[in-house]
Every structure is written in structure tokens, then in C-alpha cells.
Nanobody, 118 residues
Framework: QVQLVESGGGLVQAGGSLRLSCAAS????????MGWFRQAPGKEREYVAA???????YYADSVKGRFTISRDNAKNTMYLQMNSLKAEDTAVYYC????????????WGQGTQVTVSS
């Protein structure tokens, strides 16, 4: 089972950019479906984006065209490039791993805070 550690969060002005990273331990990273989720204060956790083991990518409508998910299997790392950030993107961002394609996410990172000032 992988272990996940997020980094790259911070404070940015609206319209700015950030890149989040999710470093995974373990030798089977390349076989996992990986995802990004976020949780804003007082709200439920919501799906942001996912990338399959073969590289297919999927996005929530709210971030489509602004965020890009990618992975580097040689570095056991997944990324989330966030551009044109909005105040409503403010949240704790979590990366997650799913060992079975189409299955649930069974491993989660500790989260990294992203704050967008308007």
C-alpha cells in the first residue's frame, strides 16, 4: 500500500497559480489511479481531478480548463497545476490513491492548505 504526502500549498492572489505535488512511497505507484480532492471550511470534501494508471485524466466542471493533473511514475509523484485561481478554490487539498480502477480511494494524504485571496 502506498503512503502519500502532499506539498505545494500556500497563499496566492486571485488569478495566480500554484502547483501541488503528491509524493508516494512504494513500488506500485504506476498501477494506481490517483486523485485530488478538496475540502473548504464548512463544506463536504469534493472531487477535483483524477488520473488513471494509463494517463487518462478527468476533471470536475468547476476546475476544467484551469487545473491540470499529471503524474511522473519515475518519481512516484502526482501533480496538480492550478491556474487562474479563484477565492472559491480555497480549501485543504488532498491526494488519494485507488488500487483498483473504478474502485474507491483507499489511501489519503494529510492535506495541504491552499488559500486564494480576492
Amino acid at each position: 500500500q502506498v503512503q502519500l504526502v502532499e506539498s505545494g500549498g500556500g497563499l496566492v492572489q486571485a488569478g495566480g497559480s500554484l502547483r501541488l505535488s503528491c509524493a508516494a512511497s512504494g513500488r506500485t505507484f504506476s498501477s494506481y489511479t490517483m486523485g485530488w480532492f478538496r475540502q473548504a471550511p464548512g463544506k463536504e470534501r469534493e472531487y477535483v481531478a483524477a488520473i488513471a494508471s494509463i494517463g487518462s485524466t478527468y476533471y470536475a466542471d468547476s476546475v476544467k480548463g484551469r487545473f491540470t493533473i499529471s503524474r511522473d511514475n519515475a518519481k512516484n509523484t502526482m501533480y496538480l497545476q492550478m491556474n487562474s485561481l479563484k477565492a472559491e478554490d480555497t480549501a485543504v487539498y488532498y491526494c488519494a490513491a485507488s488500487a483498483v480502477a473504478g474502485g474507491g480511494y483507499d489511501t489519503w494524504g494529510q492535506g495541504t492548505q491552499v488559500t486564494v485571496s480576492s
